[in-house]
């Protein structure tokens, strides 16, 4: 297929997921359990995996700053229960979502695509809430 993407008016060619994510593109898989959350891991890292950047400083991890995001993300989506490092994998169906949305929103991107928008149900009003916020900021 052909065509051409753009962001912000920009031309975006080199489509990698590591681009994608630095260009503000976010996607959020229909199949949270197998593609969208590392289930291993708590909800922390879950949230700011691929927003590194956002979170060190040189190379070097800034826990106080990862742990505010962090917080901040569960009290936006109120994801229950309500720990940084609860273990993502014996949340319900439901607070799995709102981890999967949050590790998007962590980033504030431009560009969400949503496969299934259905599935994440009355989370988008949340999401468009929080990116009106972010606008603002």
């Known amino acids: 297929s052909r065509g051409t993407v753009r962001i912000a008016g920009t031309d975006y060619t080199n489509r990698t997921p590591r681009n994608s994510v630095a260009h503000g593109l976010a996607f959020?898989?229909?199949?949270?359990?197998k593609q969208g959350l590392d289930l291993v891991q708590t909800v922390r890292p879950n949230m700011s995996l691929p927003h590194l950047g956002l979170v060190s400083l040189l190379g070097v991890l800034r826990p106080k700053e990862e742990r505010r995001r962090t917080a901040e993300?569960?009290?936006h989506f109120n994801i229950v229960p309500g720990h940084i490092?609860?273990?993502?994998?014996?949340?319900?169906?439901?607070?799995?979502?709102?981890?999967?949305?949050?590790?998007?929103?962590y980033g504030a991107p431009k560009v969400v695509i949503l496969d299934e928008p259905r599935a994440a149900g009355s989370m988008i009003s949340s999401w468009n809430s929080r990116a009106a916020a972010l606008r603002s900021s």
């Open 73 to 75: 993300m569960i009290r």
């Open 85 to 105: 490092d609860g273990e993502v994998a014996y949340y319900s169906g439901g607070n799995q979502q709102k981890v999967l949305l949050s590790k998007w929103v």
């Open 28 to 33: 959020v898989p229909e199949d949270r359990r």
